[in-house]
Nanobody
């Protein structure tokens, strides 16, 4: 059974930073593409960033240069370092693990950027 433990969300002022973590169990972590997605109120869920098992990364244009995704295969954990946060980054952030035949989602963690 796949399980995720997401942490690191919260309330931060514009220009601040947060680091999200997602620890996975029940999967062969190193075989999965890991990603972070987000969903703001009234909007569809959107890609934030992904990272392959080999460390290749992909980012949404809106977060390039501000966010950094990384993973530690020894700890079965993926991270999202978010810097220079903006109010439009406010959303529930979801961890995702996928292969060509399987996809699983975390429960989400709230990130609120407000003064």
């Amino acid at each position: 059974q796949v399980q995720f433990v997401e942490s690191g969300g919260g309330l931060v002022q514009p220009g601040g930073s947060l680091r999200l973590s997602c620890a996975a169990s029940g999967i062969m972590f190193s075989s999965y593409v890991m990603g972070w997605y987000r969903q703001a109120p009234g909007k569809q869920r959107e890609l934030v960033a992904t990272i392959t098992s080999g460390g290749l990364t992909n980012y949404a244009d809106s977060v390039k240069g501000r966010f950094a995704i990384s993973r530690d295969n020894a700890k079965n954990t993926v991270y999202l370092q978010m810097n220079n946060l903006k109010p439009e980054d406010t959303a529930v952030y979801y961890c995702n693990a996928r292969t060509i035949i399987h996809s699983a989602w975390g429960q989400g963690t709230q990130v609120t950027v407000s003064s």
